[in-house]
């Protein structure tokens, strides 16, 4: 089994957050079986951030991020297939279109259709826009390419899910 992680944990991974922490220690002990993946679309955003320079702290976090994400926390980067893009983008153009992802959050999109066409069962996310995605909406658009939707969780959710 796959699960994805948004742009968003990293950061809080690399600054220390608490509760990012705790769902990346459910992954390591709990979840062993996940292949744990970071998108390309989320690979992007971390390498843009890291050299913005209006908030130096985020684009430091950015750079921990890059450089921990597979040494550290055993997240292994995606390399998508022309085929898989493809796909990709016209899922993404589609969850915009559609109003399933708002239309000025074509990266959400993107990440969203990355871990959709990558098999990923979850997507770790704290972001407002991903939460707030209708999955009965998503399957339906999702089924006519035989991909599943990937079930959109905090990291707070991530951790109760197995320490109920």
Request: glycine share 4%; hydrophobic share 45%.
């Amino acid at each position: 089994m796959r699960c994805a992680a948004d742009t968003n944990f990293f950061i809080s991974l690399a600054a220390s957050s608490e509760s990012a922490l705790d769902a990346l220690e459910v992954l390591r002990r709990e979840a062993r079986r996940f292949d744990r993946l970071a998108t390309e679309t989320v690979m992007v955003e971390l390498r843009h951030l890291s050299r913005q320079t209006e908030d130096l702290l985020l684009a430091d976090w950015a750079r921990q991020a890059l450089g921990g994400l597979e040494s550290r926390w055993q997240f292994r980067p995606t390399v998508s297939t022309s085929a898989e893009s493809l796909l990709v983008e016209s899922l993404s153009q589609s969850l915009l279109a559609s109003g399933i992802v708002p239309p000025e959050e074509r990266h959400d999109g993107r990440i969203l259709a990355e871990s959709a066409v990558q098999g990923c069962v979850l997507l770790v996310s704290d972001d407002s826009h991903l939460r707030s995605v209708d999955r009965a909406r998503l399957e339906i658009l999702l089924k006519p390419f035989d991909l599943e939707a990937p079930l959109v969780v905090t990291t707070r959710e991530l951790v109760r899910m197995f320490y109920r």
